[in-house]
């Protein structure tokens, strides 16, 4: 065991863990934040999805060793106050039915929206292709993505 020193949604963590503990578990069961959810362990499905240094990565898969000084944002982190145009956009819409991928889903469109403002329909079908949603809201989830993207630019950092 050693003891890594995270940067997790702005703020420091130190942990002690094997440095082949996959990231999603230490988010989960020693940082408590429950919102990256657990899906196959294989980042097949994507419900894991955090960001790493700005990208989306499947947290089962990213091993803590490899995290290195490289900033961790989860959906906790993506916008503490609910007010980031993909949550609201997700609320208004009714995107999820049983919402156990949307925490994925919505970090992978986030990751989409930061390289590319403004979307077309075969660009987000191709960004969020490998996150998988059970209950088949993909309309839904391609209809917030252009509403948050409308919205974006009315939001000032």
Known sequence: MAVFTLSVNGQSHKVEADADMPLLWVLRDRLQL???KFGCGQGLCGACTVHLGGAPVRACKTRLGDVGARPVTTIEGLDPQGAHPLL??????DVSQYGYCQT?????AAALLTANPRPSDADIDQAMGRNVCRCGTYLRIREAIHRAAGKKAEVTP
């Open 104 to 108: 994925g889903q919505i970090m992978k």
């Open 34 to 36: 429950t919102g990256t």
């Open 88 to 93: 609201k956009a997700w609320l208004e819409l």
